[in-house]
């Protein structure tokens, strides 16, 4: 691979286009520039070090196998990775091996066993804690669509609202694991407008109890520019970037 080849290039202009998105959403919202996480699932890890090559230090994931794989293939690489997907508990002492970060932190049991992995590897290597993010349920912002389908149209994962200073105590109090802050997916076939205020003002809440969880993980491809205007710290940007992934088997 050069830093020629066309897939490369493809990556750069890409990469190029979604960087002048953020630009100019931030410049509105006056707030500070935020990271970039490339979601790099169902692309090789090939294409993981194009993205190195080109700046990228920040790159998501949200199956553990494929992540696990790919963490060991380009493991030469300066790279922070983020696990972004609903994960089981019995992962967790994989995930602590390559992550830097858990965007998904949906339970109290999860909390335990990434407290224990923490712990043990800590033990062994003496690794810097691990970022945790609470996933937040928000299709509570949508009262007309979760009353016509009572599990939520959202059903996209995450705690509901009321539920996260719990877990943030919890998180706070776990040796090995850091808060970092909230994380959620915008409903699908909405507009993320009502989703993200309602995250923004969950963040406020938490931030009054836990003024160091300041991240604020929201935005993908198509909703990028609406979580920057309510303080989004980390973007999740995937097939903007990559291009389409290949349908899910
Ligand atoms: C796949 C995924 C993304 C990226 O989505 P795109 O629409 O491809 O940008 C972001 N967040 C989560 C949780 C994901 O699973």
């Given amino acids: 691979?050069?830093?020629?080849?066309?897939?490369?290039?493809?990556?750069?202009?890409?990469?190029?286009?979604?960087?002048?998105?953020?630009?100019?959403?931030?410049?509105?919202?006056?707030?500070?520039?935020?990271?970039?996480?490339?979601?790099?699932?169902?692309?090789?890890?090939?294409?993981?070090?194009?993205?190195?090559?080109l700046g990228v230090a920040d790159v998501g994931e949200n199956r553990d196998q494929e992540a696990a794989a790919k963490a060991l293939e380009v493991s030469d690489a300066e790279l922070r990775w983020h696990f972004i997907g609903q994960l089981q508990t019995n992962k967790a002492k994989s995930v602590a091996a390559y992550a830097h970060s858990v965007h998904s932190i949906d339970r109290a049991s999860l909390v335990t066993s990434l407290g224990r992995a923490m712990n043990a590897r800590q033990q062994e290597n003496g690794r810097?804690?691990?970022?945790?993010?609470?996933?937040?349920?928000?299709?509570?912002?949508?009262?007309?669509?979760?009353?016509?389908?009572?599990?939520?149209?959202?059903?996209?994962?995450?705690?509901?609202?009321?539920?996260?200073?719990?877990?943030?105590?919890?998180?706070?109090?776990?040796?090995?694991?850091?808060?970092?802050?909230?994380?959620?997916?915008?409903?699908?076939?909405?507009?993320?407008?009502?989703?993200?205020?309602?995250?923004?003002?969950?963040?406020?809440?938490?931030?009054?109890?836990?003024?160091?969880?300041?991240?604020?993980?929201?935005?993908?491809?198509q909703d990028l520019e609406a979580a920057i205007a309510v303080g989004a710290t980390h973007l999740r940007v995937g097939s903007d970037i990559l291009g389409p992934r290949p349908p899910v088997l």
Avoid: W
Wanted: proline fraction near 7%.
């Fill in 1 to 53: 691979m050069t830093l020629q080849d066309p897939r490369t290039s493809e990556l750069a202009d890409r990469l190029a286009a979604v960087h002048r998105r953020i630009d100019s959403a931030a410049a509105t919202a006056a707030g500070a520039k935020p990271t970039l996480i490339v979601v790099t699932k169902f692309h090789p890890a090939a294409d993981v070090l194009r993205l190195r090559s």
């Fill in 128 to 221: 810097a804690n691990l970022e945790c993010f609470i996933q937040v349920d928000l299709s509570g912002a949508y009262p007309e669509l979760s009353a016509v389908e009572p599990t939520g149209r959202g059903g996209r994962g995450g705690v509901a609202p009321s539920n996260i200073e719990e877990l943030a105590d919890l998180i706070a109090g776990t040796g090995g694991l850091e808060l970092a802050g909230l994380m959620a997916v915008a409903p699908l076939g909405v507009a993320p407008e009502p989703a993200f205020d309602l995250l923004a003002r969950a963040s406020a809440a938490l931030l009054a109890q836990h003024p160091q969880a300041t991240g604020f993980s929201a935005g993908m491809s």
